[in-house]
């Protein structure tokens, strides 16, 4: 993919294709995920104001389908840690796991887990790290 060789700008492009097509079919799940799929590539470029951009664009389309809308708190948490506003991440990330709880999607409590406790280990909180590594487990 155009991301894993580090060329953001045609993975965006490619991105805001499809992003098109789903709008003209208006297919609002592809559209959310599309958007959150930017959101991220943004993240990853350090472009952390666009990425909020794009990640809330992304929960206006999936905020009713539980599924997405855990992952966007995922996503979105990604983004805030990464932008070093760790109480930000931590909230989403508590919302990813209150529905990956009522859903029962054990695979991603792990991962949410494990995102709380790399949350609080950038933190230097380390008790409360080691707390959520071995809920993750």
Do not use: C
């Amino acid at each position: 993919t155009y991301e894993r060789k580090g060329n953001f700008f045609d993975a965006i492009l490619n991105l805001e294709k499809a992003l098109e097509i789903y709008k003209a079919n208006s297919d609002s799940i592809d559209i959310g995920t599309t958007y959150g799929n930017i959101g991220l590539l943004y993240t990853s470029m350090n472009e952390l104001k666009k990425a909020i951009y794009f990640h809330k664009k992304e929960y206006e389309f999936i905020s009713k389908n539980e599924e997405y809308l855990s992952r966007h708190y995922v996503n979105i948490g990604l983004t805030y840690m990464n932008n070093k506003d760790y109480d930000s991440a931590h909230h989403a990330y508590l919302n990813s796991l209150n529905i990956k709880e009522k859903i029962y999607d054990k695979y991603g409590l792990g991962v949410t887990f494990s995102l709380i406790a790399d949350n609080f280990k950038l933190q230097n909180k380390l008790d409360s790290a080691i707390v959520y590594y071995n809920k993750a487990k």
